[in-house]
């Protein structure tokens, strides 16, 4: 196993919210920074579902229990209830079936997490008035290679989960790793978003 390494902020947050020693499914997991970080500081354990086989490898590195598939397939490896957790980080922009998955996650667990670039930051706001797609640090590719193909702000999430009967638990908005309070949909960069079932 290598070496554990200090946390991204926006992962810092989601690992924060979730309980010791609890499941943990997380979607889209890369390299498994967040599981291995889990389930060494909260006994924690759980899976990883991966589709780049480089993040496979890097989840085996770390320790990781990682399984290699496309989560716009379902989540049919896994039972109801399975996890207290789902944590779906920073891909939901770059999935077909958004409502889908969001169903999925509480099927296949009690909360989901989903953290996203929020499209109505104001930087990003101002490059499209300059005439140009948004580039930036939580949207670093240019609009011809980019994997994203849903952009979303604060409000318009909010909106989708309400409209699926999902309630948010608990909302965070980050902008360079800090809490955004004030006006959050326009100055905040990153979203997170606690949900479960109402």
């Given amino acids: 196993m290598s070496e ?8 810092q947050y989601i690992a924060d919210w979730i309980a010791p020693q609890s499941r943990v499914l997380d ?31 890097g989840c085996v590195a770390n320790g990781v229990n990682v399984i290699q ?19 779906l980080s920073l891909t939901i922009q770059a999935m077909h079936n958004i409502e889908g998955i969001l ?18 930051f104001w930087e990003n706001r101002w490059q499209i008035l300059k005439g140009r797609m948004p580039v930036s640090e939580t949207i670093p590719f240019e609009w ?30 980050l902008n360079q790793g800090e809490k955004v309070e004030f006006l959050p949909n326009l100055l905040g960069s990153l979203a997170l978003v606690r949900f479960n079932k109402v």
């Fill in 69 to 87: 598939s496309d989560m716009e397939s379902g989540l049919s490896t896994f039972e109801d209830h399975s996890f207290d957790y789902v944590v």
């Fill in 103 to 120: 169903q999925e996650m509480v099927r296949v667990g009690k909360t989901g997490i989903v953290t996203f670039p929020n499209f109505g």
């Fill in 144 to 173: 011809y290679n980019t994997p994203n193909i849903h952009f979303c702000t604060v409000h318009d999430f909010a909106k989708l989960l309400n409209k699926l009967g999902l309630k948010i638990d608990h909302q965070l908005v």
């Fill in 27 to 57: 979607l889209g997991c890369g390299d498994g920074e967040l599981l291995a970080w889990l389930a060494a500081k909260k006994e924690v354990s759980g899976y990883g579902v991966e589709i780049d086989v480089n993040g496979v490898v």
């Fill in 4 to 11: 554990l390494k200090t946390l991204r902020p926006d992962l």
